[in-house]
């Protein structure tokens, strides 16, 4: 009898368990409604127990997730996710931001299969202290940032008007664990403050210009009057009052879900009030130090979220360097913070003092006074290249004496300038990137913000196919936007995390191979970019093989300029003295960096042969991504061709009678003419031409002919 007894209650439990696996739980969720942040990722949390056949209940239920605020020696941002028995799961939290992320992770191993029963124990808090984005923002054609002269630029004004953007786009911030959003501007504020001493700079609605710029305008509109009603057109009716308000709704939202907004100027500007009032753009005139001074303190007591603001002394100045221009925003910039803080005493706002055209001593030497908040530096860490190396040298070089000369906390300006159309994805080259940026400048207090100066991280507006058209560039990006994000925060995700988020993204093909050839074609853009490297934005666009001036043909590439400084490459003509003097090399060739290339193409074709073969029906975003892949490959082919073909040049330059590597230089430079059809083929299949702000038109099928160009002038070298 007991036996039977026995069996009977252990197949009711049996059953039960297997039920409950079934059907799910019936899920209790305690946590603060009352804290924005916490109502985020419970948000999140909820979706994702729902998504997973479980009930979310208040009452009578079978497992319980509950929030904790603090434990010893959590700090910002961190949480602890810690089980209670078989049937409850504790986040403890150091802050409300921690909190969130708590919940945000703990959703994420739910819907990433690992289920309510299959959740470990973790305890994460930030690697890098605080990590931003940088957006360059074109308000209005009468307030441009650094360069509208793009099509990305032009075309997103409007939507910079759009509360769903900006909703959408600070959601996707948080969920990859960014906190920080940087503005970049030039002078906005005419069209978003009210200036009660200055009303005539003060403007209504939106404009954009009333023609298309092209390639030869420069990035102030070739001084246009763009208050001339003639030269814009409006897309969009809004008030003053309206666009205030609106901005408010933006900022209100990101500090609510623990978003900091740092607003960063070019100097010096005065859009909108120039020629009014007696101010101009030259930092000799008071009028304008005193308009500017005013223009700030009215800026924060209209929008007190805003935690920094951002200077440099490198653009639009005409004073000199050494001083004159650290002292001008000092009594600009700087002073106007102290006025909006002595009637607003509670306040902190940072201030951060770029070192592009200045130095630790002269910043410091003028600087030294400033009590109303945090002074923090930044430095253009791997220039304007984020795509190129791990072990960017430059700030070792540039600017560490001074940081720890004046101990002062320093953001690392991370520039993406070098990649703005494929879809590029390498978690190693990520997780490589982090864990070699020297965290001892933060200083615990600093970060950093990533983003172009010549591309506007909006909406997409080239892609030919209607259902991917006007897609958010954090949707489009979204693997590269999370690598950088989450890395960032939490160093130890492995390839298995980023395989579970591409199966759960593309649940249509392996997520193994799919790994494995996205990264093989994201590694072609960083090694081109080592082999030639180049500091500047306008410089080098690595999708078109193209500079500010148009297309780099070797003698104005790879026989101008060097690889990377400590990337152990030798340059062409390197190679050419190895070959001339029968020396065995001594560093990486063109020839190896050449056959790397080839190698990372061929294994991208052979994956995306796999890919196209195997996958089930596939969404239009996996068929775009793929064929991004595709064209990364083809792209690859024509640098490792066109490098080849320059070292086999640089050797028949350097002696004449050496015909034969001529003969092998015009061969290769054939290739490369049959490999760019092929890039431009593929990519041209699903993009529009487009203007780059900084470097020239991206129109593959225009670079084709450049491209046979080339080719005729290098076989007309021997005759």
């Known amino acids: 009898m007991f036996r039977s007894n026995w069996w009977c209650v252990f197949a009711c439990l049996l059953f039960a368990g297997m039920l409950s696996d079934a059907w799910g739980d019936r899920v209790s969720i305690q946590y603060d409604a009352n804290d924005p942040m916490q109502v985020f990722g419970v948000g999140d949390l909820t979706a994702a127990l729902t998504s997973t056949d479980n009930e979310i209940v208040s009452e009578q239920a079978d497992f319980h997730i509950a929030f904790s605020q603090y434990q010893p020696g959590m700090g910002p941002q961190s949480f602890r996710i810690q089980k209670e028995g078989t049937r409850g799961i504790r986040i403890f939290h150091g802050d409300s931001v921690g909190a969130m992320y708590g919940a945000l992770e703990l959703a994420e191993d739910i819907a990433l299969g690992n289920g309510l029963q299959g959740i470990r124990e973790k305890a994460r808090k930030p690697y890098v202290p605080h990590r931003g984005l940088k957006f360059n923002i074109p308000l209005d054609a009468r307030a441009p940032s650094y360069d509208d002269t793009g099509t990305s630029a032009h075309q997103n004004i409007p939507v910079m008007w759009e509360w769903e953007f900006w909703k959408s786009f600070i959601d996707q911030m948080i969920r990859n664990r960014y906190d920080t959003l940087t503005l970049w501007v030039t002078h ?57 308000a609106f901005w408010t709704r933006v900022f209100d939202y990101a500090q609510a879900h623990g978003i900091t907004i740092h607003l960063y100027h070019w100097n010096i500007y005065t859009f909108g009030a120039e020629g009014k009032y007696g101010i101009t753009d030259s930092g000799k005139n008071e009028a304008t130090v005193r308009y500017m001074r005013y223009c700030v303190r009215r800026m924060l007591e209209t929008y007190p979220q805003i935690d920094g603001i951002g200077v440099a002394a490198g653009e639009h100045f005409d004073l000199p360097q050494g001083g004159a221009r650290e002292e001008w925003l000092w009594k600009t910039y700087a002073l106007g913070i102290k006025d909006y803080c002595r009637d607003h005493p509670d306040r ?18 003028v600087f030294a006074d400033y009590d109303v908040g945090a002074f923090h530096t930044d430095h253009k860490y791997a220039r304007a290249r984020v795509h190129s190396t791990t072990t960017s040298p430059y700030l070792d070089i540039e600017y560490r004496d001074g940081l720890e000369k004046f101990e002062i906390p320093c953001w690392l300006n991370v520039r993406n300038d070098d990649l703005f159309i494929f879809r590029w994805g390498d978690p190693d080259y990520v997780r490589e990137f982090w864990a070699n940026i020297p965290r001892d400048v933060l200083r615990s207090e600093a970060g950093y913000f990533m983003g172009p100066d010549g591309f506007v991280q909006g909406k997409e507006f080239v892609i030919k196919n209607d259902e991917l058209a006007g897609q958010m560039e954090v949707d489009k990006h979204w693997y590269r936007f999370m690598m950088f994000g989450r890395l960032s925060y939490d160093l130890t995700l492995t390839r298995d995390y980023f395989e579970k988020r591409l199966a759960k993204h593309f649940p249509e093909t392996d997520p193994e191979c799919l790994y494995e050839t996205w990264q093989s074609a994201s590694q072609i853009i960083p090694l081109v970019n080592r082999f030639f490297f180049r500091v500047n934005d306008l410089q080098f666009s690595p999708e078109g093989c193209i500079a500010k001036e148009g297309f780099l043909t070797v003698d104005r590439s790879f026989f101008a300029h060097p690889p990377l400084q400590g990337s152990g490459i030798l340059s062409v003509q390197q190679y050419a003295q190895k070959i001339m003097q029968n020396e065995s090399f001594d560093g990486i060739t063109p020839m190896d960096v050449a056959d790397t290339l080839d190698a990372n193409s061929a294994q991208t074709l052979a994956g995306l042969k796999t890919l196209r073969s195997t996958a089930k029906q596939s969404s239009p975003e996996l068929l775009s991504t793929l064929t991004d892949l595709e064209a990364m490959a083809w792209l690859g082919k024509y640098y490792a061709a066109k490098i080849r073909g320059a070292a086999e040049l640089a050797v028949y330059r350097a002696d004449r009678t050496r015909t034969d590597h001529h003969d092998r230089a015009v061969q290769q430079f054939e290739t490369a003419v049959h490999q760019w059809t092929r890039y431009a083929d593929v990519a041209t299949s699903q993009y529009r031409p487009q203007l780059f702000s900084r470097t020239h038109y991206m129109d593959w099928s225009r670079i084709l002919d450049d491209v046979r160009q080339e080719l005729e002038s290098v076989r007309a070298e021997a005759k």
């Open 348 to 365: 902190r706002i940072t201030f951060i003092f770029r070192s592009l055209m200045s130095n630790a001593d002269n910043i410091m030497d």
């Open 188 to 244: 906005p504020y005419p069209g978003m403050v009210r200036l009660p001493e200055y009303p005539d700079a003060n403007y209504d609605d939106v404009r954009v210009l009333a023609k298309p710029v092209d390639e030869h305008g420069d990035r102030h509109w070739d001084r246009l009057d763009v208050f001339d009603p003639a030269n814009t057109k409006v897309v969009k009716k809004i008030t003053l009052d309206e666009k205030i």
